[in-house]
T-cell receptor, first 110, second 115 residues
Framework: RKEVEQDPGPFNVPEGATVAFNCTYS??????FFWYRQDCRKEPKLLMS???SGNEDGRFTAQLNRASQYISLLIRDSKLSDSATYLC???????????FGTGTRLKVLA | NAGVTQTPKFRVLKTGQSMTLLCAQD?????MYWYRQDPGMGLRLIHY???????AKGEVPDGYNVSRLKKQNFLLGLESAAPSQTSVYFC??????????????FGPGTRLTVL
């Protein structure tokens, strides 16, 4: 089993739609969680950190479910500019090691 | 404030040639990383460094060497390139603050093709 698993997609959604991605992790000792966005042929950039209480940033909401060992990302009112690959990243807490998922590809259609 | 920069951006090598990739960061970060990204796979850690003069192996270190002689620079070397090393290479850095939510900052990547 992979340490961090994501549905690769692609998720094709119309503009204005709401879309959600999940990411599961296998190590219950994982401490911190992130969603990164990666545009085609570019470097990953932090979208959101995922806190235990959940957090929201504009149209984006991230949730953590420790009991079931998954994190989620919800995007409301999708824009064309949201088209990208979304990477789930898990850190063991204070250590050097970050585990990356393979990414979920989102295409927002006009 | 340039963040993390990488040189070169693109390179084509022949099998057996050597090269060095340079990563530089101006954020005074302690930790630096080298990853490779291949289709269908997540970023995989090649080597990392927790401070000037220190390096350690990551998940896929074979065929690569690194050096961190200055805090702001992290070099990745390929001594004898192989086609299996065709990939996109990303450098990243992060701060060494206590706490769990330390963001990694990435460079723009180096696209390497080995023929």
């Amino acid at each position: 089993r992979k340490e961090v698993e994501q549905d690769p997609g692609p998720f094709n959604v119309p503009e204005g739609a709401t879309v959600a991605f999940n990411c599961t992790y296998s190590n219950s000792a994982s401490q911190s969680f992130f969603w990164y966005r990666q545009d085609c042929r570019k470097e990953p950039k932090l979208l959101m950190s995922v806190y235990s209480s959940g957090n929201e940033d504009g149209r984006f909401t991230a949730q953590l479910n420790r009991a079931s060992q998954y994190i989620s990302l919800l995007i409301r009112d999708s824009k064309l500019s949201d088209s990208a690959t979304y990477l789930c990243v898990v850190n063991m807490g204070g250590t050097y090691k970050y585990i990356f998922g393979t990414g979920t590809r989102l295409k927002v259609l006009a | 404030n340039a963040g993390v920069t990488q040189t070169p951006k693109f390179r084509v090598l022949k099998t057996g040639q050597s090269m060095t990739l340079l990563c530089a960061q101006d954020m005074n970060h302690e930790y630096m990383y080298w990853y490779r990204q291949d289709p269908g796979m997540g970023l995989r850690l090649i080597h990392y460094s927790v401070g000037e003069g220190t390096t350690a192996k990551g998940e896929v270190p074979d065929g690569y060497n690194v050096s961190r002689l200055k805090k702001q620079n992290f070099l990745l070397g390929l001594e004898s390139a192989a086609p299996s090393q065709t990939s996109v290479y990303f450098c990243a850095s992060r701060d060494y603050r206590q706490g769990f939510y330390n963001e990694q900052f990435f460079g723009p990547g180096t696209r390497l093709t080995v023929l």
